[in-house]
């Protein structure tokens, strides 16, 4: 399999680079040249299968020929041995419809499922290449612990980590500093999260600084990520169906990026029954008002009950455009310019009624949202985090629909709280944070600052690990 990037200017690569190249180097996003169509007896054989069983079935045909099969097996075997149900992602039934737990990783949020896998991918591309691998990101919350679980101790990589101080959640943010491999570099800055996020901009633009060092970056554009995602629809399509090809399955996707329900795309795209995809959003809305009317135009972000969702601009959004674009990068060209000069993008009524065809889409507020957390409570003594509860309101209709259960709730214990009374009781990767060891660095919030201490520290590995 080769990839393309949506914006046409990258030559086609193969697995391996698509995914150490990230985001395309014409600031494009990469997909596939083409998607792959199962057979229904394929679909029928996949339905029994264990997750990581099937986990090597769906990532086969994109790997192609960048890894032997043998290694794809036993990368997926080390990537999901560390979750700790032996379903890696089951369905469970609670107060009256189906729900696909996500948050049995180490992090306990649903990021570990891809971010597990690419940790071991870049690992082994890195040690057949003898390369190394810098990773640079900044983090509100859920990203930055399950990139650098995913990556911890591994050879080759260096990872850092920024976050504004004191405006994560204590919890989140022990997360990330109690890991104390010498490969793992926190960085609290004295800022805010946009402070972060500009710094880590501009030394992604200090293209000698990139270039010297090495970086990379493992948001959620990486190619692995939503091929990764894609196999828990699989797999809860085998457990709901009984492998039966008629019957169709609709799922809500608590959504920000744009990156897990576009997994879900992408797995209908290759044949598998699903019914409705729900994009359940919170107040930050751009997605549900593009459903609706055809146009895209970014509103402010506004702080919510469900964090990991306070986004605007959603960085996965480019690809289900090419895709709605008959893959014409020259079309995507232009609706991306359309967006940088009005700051609005809109598509024509024949295509705004085929994201109709795609799509449901339903915006939740703070207070659907704690009012869902109590209802599901009390209907049985079901615990949602906040995101999975703004799935769950979005999927008021549809009461047959798979709601992504995206994070434990003891990781957002204030919603539950404020929603309850009742405190989580928290699962053994949160269990003990607050009495361990920590170490971490704080930065004024300049790029400056950042990049004197990343190159301190990587010229310093360099002297002793030659
Ligand atoms: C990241 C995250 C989401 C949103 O996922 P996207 O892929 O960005 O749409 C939802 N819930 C939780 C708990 C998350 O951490």
Redesign the pocket.
């Known amino acids: 399999m080769r990839y393309l990037s949506t914006r046409g200017g990258v030559e086609p690569v193969g697995f391996a680079e698509a995914v150490m190249m990230g985001l395309g180097t014409d600031g494009g996003l990469l997909v596939p040249e083409h998607i792959p169509r199962l057979s229904e007896d394929t679909l029928v054989a996949w339905s029994r299968l264990s997750f990581q069983a099937l986990a090597v079935e769906v990532l086969a045909p994109f790997v192609g020929e960048a890894m032997p099969r043998a290694d794809l097996v036993a990368l997926v075997e080390h990537s999901y041995g560390r979750f700790s149900h032996p379903e890696v992602t089951p369905v469970v039934e609670q107060a009256g419809r189906p729900w696909l737990e996500l ?1 049995h990783g180490p992090t306990a ?3 570990d499922v891809a971010l597990q896998l690419l940790g071991n991918l870049f690992e082994y591309f890195i040690a057949r290449e003898r390369g190394v691998l810098r990773i640079l990101g900044a983090t509100s ?3 930055g612990s ?1 990139a650098i679980d995913g990556v911890r101790g591994k050879a080759g990589i260096e990872i850092f980590i920024l976050h504004p101080k004191g405006r994560v959640s204590p919890i989140q943010e022990r997360q990330m500093t109690t890991v104390l491999d010498a490969n793992v570099h926190n960085i609290a800055v004295e800022g805010t999260f946009d402070d972060t996020q500009r710094i880590v901009k501009a030394l992604f633009n200090d293209l000698a600084f990139k270039r010297d060092y090495r970086l990379g970056a493992v948001n ?1 554009i990486n190619l692995a990520r939503i091929l990764a ?1 894609t196999i828990y629809y699989f797999y809860a399509w085998g457990r709901l169906s009984g492998g039966d090809p008629a019957h169709r399955v609709s799922f809500s ?11 879900g795309w992408l797995a209908k795209r290759m044949g598998l029954p699903i019914d409705r995809l729900i994009i359940a959003t919170n107040r930050n809305d751009i997605l549900s008002r593009f459903v609706a009317s055809g146009v895209y135009r970014a509103g402010e972000v506004y702080h919510t009950l ?1 964090p ?2 306070d ?1 605007q601009l ?3 959004f480019e690809r289900y455009l090419y895709y709605l674009l008959d893959q014409d990068p020259a079309a995507v060209r232009a609706l991306l310019a359309e967006m940088e000069q009005t700051g609005q993008l809109q598509v024509d009524g024949e295509r705004q009624r085929r994201v109709a065809e795609d799509f449901d889409a339903r915006a939740v507020s703070d207070a659907e949202t704690l009012a869902e957390i109590r209802r599901v409570y009390q209907a049985g003594g079901y615990l949602l ?1 906040p ?2 509860a703004v799935g769950a309101r979005a999927a008021a209709d549809h009461p047959d629909a798979v709601v ?1 259960a ?2 434990h709730p003891a ?2 214990e204030t919603a539950v709280v404020e929603a309850i009374g009742i405190e989580p009781a928290p699962p053994p990767p949160l269990r003990g944070l607050l009495e361990r060891e920590t170490r971490c660095v704080e930065l004024p919030a300049e790029a400056e600052a950042v990049s004197r201490f990343m190159r301190e520290t990587l010229d310093t590995s360099a002297r002793e690990h030659p």
């Open positions: 948050f949020a649903f990021k919350g859920d990203t399950a959620s995602q996707v608590p959504t920000g990026n744009f990156g897990d329900v576009f997994a469900s990991a969702m986004i959603a960085s996965n985090c995101h999975t992504l995206t994070a990781k957002f």
